[in-house]
């Protein structure tokens, strides 16, 4: 069962092992015992039994997961009198379904081929009609036994508070079912054929139709996810129909709503990386929704926002032979973190240390995830690094400190400003003591260091053996996110790739203890550098019987720091 959903490859005897499925990874950490029926993840910790594995991956209640199960094993659940299960909904939805698709005909039949749908794509999107009058389908419900309770927890009926009578729901609507990413039928959406109120009519919220977690398309939409497709998400019914005629299968179309959390959750889980919002809508139209987008789906995934440039919707679009212009309208559009960065700067403006300031604080909520698997936070970091002239590292030391539980000074920006060379120094002397901490040996304990995460690291791991010792000081802290970057940096992926590992340790060893006895000579020379600066600004401004004296200081500090040169050449 798990294999549908994995690609497992054999990990000893009666394991496999494969790419957890609930959370992105490069390397396999997610394994299953085939003998005991139990699986693990050692990345994200989930772990349990096929029921909990389908639950979790299917989002499914235990009940729905036990009868897919059955399903798929050719067993009957038998299920208690009274006991309510959202099978139930489906069926009786399946009844209605057949009920609306064999009134299609006349006025509605006309009305989806007007709109350029030949009748296989009709067929395959199941469409049908719910034809005027007031009981219809309850009618034809009582003749199969449906109760009007189980038709009014589907929402295909509504209840007159002051009398008791109920009616058909869906009157006088072409139909258009709709069904979750597992292609169970949950709900309806039904268009006029005038311009009569409302224009369109959902199913209300029920135990299996939730909008807030609906796509419409996704069933369909899902099937390309897994290869990279992109998901392109259009404002309507027919938008999507139309696409997918047209050959642009990763439509799908949310059910009134903005995207959501929810959504978010469902689009990972089944693979999606990149997301098109296509949209009827100016430039001015386009930013908003990019303003407006959830935070979960900005973070997760990369989005653009487009439109058709001649200002029609998709499907009139492509009704027209517009083909092309929908083409390149899913080429181009405006890109979620130039949007963001652009619109940041035209609000504030980069002139003034307070415009950076408020440019960062806005852009921290998508720059703050330091996961090195997250690419639109570090594309985020990359383009406001660019914008402003800051160094990565010291945007990334900033971001992974408490500093930005407090308004951004001017010392903050200059210490993230380009040239800020002593701190540059600083990390990358850790880096190297990241690949062996023995080297901390070397330091004499007096470095006056500038930069407080490296004081704090140098402080606390003198007696660390390994970098996983380092680490466990430091787990849970702010500090950790740094320490990972550094050790992930130390290490060259392409070496590995050329040499052996026992080979490629003993190269970056040498290599280390080399760069330390060179970065700390640097450093020596940037602080003796530092003190001659600050010397040299004192001398302006002292009485003329303490200037000698300090120009003696600035002579002396001269000379160490040739002799620190000297002794550099040497090594």
């Not at 930013?287 to 998709?314: E, H, M, N, W, Y």
């Not at 602080?527 to 040299?536: D, F, P």
């Amino acid at each position: 069962m798990v294999g549908e959903y994995v690609h497992l490859s054999p990990a000893g005897k009666g394991r496999l092992k494969g790419l957890c499925p609930f959370h992105k990874e490069k390397t396999p950490s997610f394994q299953v015992d085939t003998e005991k029926g139990y699986y693990h993840c050692f990345g994200c910790k989930a772990s349990g039994d096929v029921f909990s594995f389908v639950q979790q991956v299917e989002n499914l209640s235990f009940g729905d997961a036990l009868r897919k199960l059955a399903d798929r094993a050719g067993l009957e659940i038998e299920v208690k009198y009274g006991e309510k299960t959202s099978r139930d909904i489906y069926e009786v939805n399946a009844f209605a379904l057949d009920y609306f698709r064999s009134h299609l005909s006349g006025a509605a039949l006309d009305y989806l081929r007007g709109r350029g749908l030949t009748d296989e794509t009709i067929s395959a999107f199941e469409l049908g009609y719910a034809p005027e009058g007031w009981d219809g389908l309850l009618k034809l419900a009582r003749t199969k036994g449906l109760s009007e309770r189980q038709l009014l927890e589907a929402g295909l009926l509504i209840e007159n508070p002051e009398n008791g009578r109920v009616y058909d729901r869906f009157r006088g609507r072409v139909m258009f079912p709709i069904r979750d990413h597992l292609g169970r039928l949950v709900g309806f959406g039904g268009r006029v054929l005038d311009d009569s109120k409302p224009k369109y009519l959902n199913t209300p919220e029920t135990d299996a139709f939730k909008k807030g977690e609906l796509l419409y398309g996704l069933d369909k939409a899902r099937l390309g996810l897994s290869s990279g497709a992109e998901l392109v998400v259009v404002e309507g019914y027919m938008d999507v129909i139309a696409m997918h005629q047209h050959g642009f299968t990763g439509a799908v179309a949310s059910l009134g709503t903005a995207l959501t959390a929810e959504h978010a959750t469902l689009l990972e889980r089944l693979g999606a990386q990149s997301i098109v919002l296509m949209f009827d809508q100016d430039a001015a139209g386009l930013k908003a929704t990019l303003a407006g987008l959830d935070q979960v789906i900005g973070a997760k995934f990369r989005v653009r926002a487009t439109s058709v440039p001649s200002g029609k919707d998709p499907a009139d679009a492509l009704l027209a032979g517009d083909e092309a212009q929908v083409q390149g309208a899913l080429a181009g559009g405006l890109d979620e973190v130039r949007y963001r960065v652009q619109a940041a700067t035209e609000k504030y403006g980069t002139a003034t240390n307070q415009g950076k300031r408020n440019i960062l604080m806005e852009l921290l909520p998508r720059m703050q995830n330091l996961d090195p698997l997250d690419s639109i936070a570090q594309d985020m970091r990359a383009a406001a690094c660019e914008l402003l002239g800051i160094r990565p590292e010291g945007l990334l030391d900033w971001i992974g400190s408490r500093a930005k539980k407090r308004t951004l000074t001017d010392t903050h920006l200059a210490g993230m400003s380009q040239g800020g060379g002593e701190e540059e120094h600083e990390l990358a002397l850790l880096r190297q003591l990241l690949v062996d901490p023995s080297l901390l040996a070397k330091l004499d304990g007096s470095m006056p260091w500038r930069n407080e995460a490296v004081r704090k690291v140098m402080l606390a791991a003198r007696d660390a053996q390994s970098p996983d010792e380092i680490l466990d000081i430091f787990r849970g802290q702010p500090e950790e996110q740094l320490l990972i970057r550094l050790m992930f940096e130390a290490r060259d992926p392409r070496t590995l790739s050329r040499a052996s590992s026992q080979e490629y340790e003993q190269k970056v060893v040498a290599y280390a203890a080399t760069a330390v006895d060179e970065i700390q000579v640097t450093l020596n020379i940037d602080a003796l550098r530092a003190e001659v600066a600050l010397l040299k600004q004192q001398v302006v401004t002292a009485p003329p019987a303490e200037q000698i004296a300090i120009l003696g200081q600035i002579s002396e500090l001269q000379r160490a720091i040739e002799a620190e040169k000297r002794g550099r050449r040497g090594n």
